[in-house]
């Protein structure tokens, strides 16, 4: 089969390698799609996200969408030639935050595409039936890669505690940003998005956000007067940005809550006075813990929305073209996918 392998910081080469067997537990994957995540950017382009970093060839990708063609010892084959999407990463089961059902955190996970484990911008991969989940009849292959990042976004609205109506903004219109956005939106939430590109900006309205914000100087003015000069109840931070970290502090109102999604900018400052003097709680929202099941719900009723998401598809003989396009073309680029085999 064919595989991208990142063997170095802007170096992918096409390779082939054999194609793997499902083991007990495990199925086979022919691999349709994979979209391409901020992760993956921050690997290719600079060796490293957050403190994890390139350690030796490996394959990107963990928003997988495929067909199930094989399965391993132990599994019906009522599962072959369905379509899923992967939950990319494994557990221990054992450690004492798996125990207590916090299993994004273990220690020992594997997780596609990052570290260790190889990922999906490859023909096939093999990964456990428990990890796999049925894609929804009418979404398409290229449209389910988003199912991960909605899941993300699901962790998140979850650690912000939104409810109906509650004031939330959104800061920073990737393809996270954009699931954060649809997922409070569906909650019944009022959602304030905020992003420097127009694009991005105008899919925040689309998928339901009722005030956009540019991202200049006074947007922290213009959100308080928005809500009554109170603040926003909540703010989820998607960029990972010094200056979304600011105006997050800046936003929430008083004895708010503020929900850090976004990875990559490392340290960032914090002014201690305005946490503790306005009460504030500050979540740190890492991945997700049984959140699949609801991203499929979104991604059932608003198939459509995803699908107008995915702006650039790329054959698996341009991953590193691809790479290179979405990394230098942020403005026009909001999600970015690698079509690996034709459905």
């Not at 899923?84 to 596609?112: A, D, H, I, T, W």
């Not at 976004?153 to 979850?158: D, G, L």
Request: proline share 5%; aromatic share 6%; glycine share 14%.
């Amino acid at each position: 089969m064919r595989v991208a392998v990142l063997r170095g910081v802007r170096n992918i080469v096409i390779e082939e390698r054999p194609e793997p067997r499902p083991g007990p537990g495990e199925a086979l994957i022919k691999v349709k799609a994979v979209g391409i995540c901020g992760s993956d950017l921050h690997l290719y382009g600079r060796g490293r996200i957050g403190n994890t970093t390139l350690s030796r060839p490996l394959v990107l990708g963990h928003e997988i969408a495929g067909e199930v063609v094989d399965v391993g010892a132990g599994v019906s084959p009522d599962l072959l030639e369905t379509g899923v999407v992967l939950e990319p990463g494994y557990s221990c089961g054992q450690c004492e935050f798996c125990k207590e059902g916090r299993y994004n955190l273990c220690p020992s996970q594997r997780f596609m595409g990052i570290g260790e484990e190889d990922g999906g911008m490859a023909e096939f991969v093999a990964w456990p039936v428990t990890h796999l989940y049925k894609i929804p009849a009418g979404l398409s292959f290229r449209a389910a890669t988003l199912v991960e990042p909605l899941a993300i976004a699901c962790q998140a609205v979850s650690h912000g505690l939104a409810r109906p109506g509650t004031a939330v903004g959104v800061i920073g219109c990737g393809p996270v940003g954009l699931s954060t956005v649809l997922a409070a939106h569906s909650l019944g939430c009022e959602v304030h998005a905020v992003e420097v590109y127009t694009r991005r900006l105008g899919k925040a309205g689309e998928l339901g956000a009722e005030y956009l914000y540019g991202g200049h100087p006074s947007t922290a003015e213009e959100i308080r007067a928005n809500t009554r000069g109170r603040g926003l109840d909540v703010v989820y931070e998607t960029s990972g940005s010094r200056e979304g970290v600011e105006l997050a502090l800046k936003a929430v109102r008083r004895g708010g809550r503020v929900v850090f999604v976004g990875i990559g900018g490392g340290e960032v400052p914090l002014n201690i006075d305005i946490i503790t003097r306005t009460g504030l709680s500050l979540v740190g929202s890492f991945r997700y813990v049984n959140q699949f099941p609801a991203a499929l719900s979104l991604g059932r009723r608003y198939g459509d929305k995803l699908e107008g998401l995915v702006t650039h598809t790329f054959p698996l003989s341009q991953v590193g073209e691809a790479l290179e396009f979405t990394i230098n073309n942020r403005a026009e680029v909001i999600k970015s996918v690698i079509v690996v085999q034709e459905a």
